[in-house]
């Protein structure tokens, strides 16, 4: 299985972007996906995560209400919308899948396989 995160960009803040996360393979549906970012100096931290069929989800505090992660399993895809971003936003984004057992954690320990990262940066 391999991942591919894009849609990473430019944008000030108050605007929006959409990330993009390919996986390959024939089991994606089997995975728990989720978006983790990792600003410059700091360590790596959940973002925002979604159940196997797409029908549950959770996020971090400090994205609740301004981003939605969705999946398309029919694509081999899932994605996250970050709309209202800020400046604090900014960071390299993850994108990550796990087993069932990954679920309702927000440790990257339980997530098996990466994506490269794309880079978000908000200006003020």
């Known amino acids: 299985v391999q991942l591919q995160a894009s849609g990473g960009g430019l944008v000030q803040a108050g605007g929006s972007l959409r990330l993009s996360c390919v996986v390959s393979g024939r089991t994606f549906s089997s995975y728990v996906m989720a978006w983790f970012r990792q600003a410059s100096g700091k360590e790596r931290e959940f973002v925002a ?6 029908g549950s989800t959770y996020y971090a505090d400090s994205v609740l209400g301004r981003f939605t992660i969705s999946r398309d399993n029919a694509k081999n895809t899932v994605y996250l919308q970050m709309s209202s971003l800020r400046p604090e936003d900014t960071a390299v984004y993850y994108c990550a899948a796990g087993a069932a057992t990954a679920w309702g954690t927000r440790l990257r320990d339980n997530y098996e396989v990466w994506g490269q990262g794309t880079q978000v940066t908000v200006s003020s």
């Open 49 to 54: 995560a979604i159940s196997m069929g797409g």
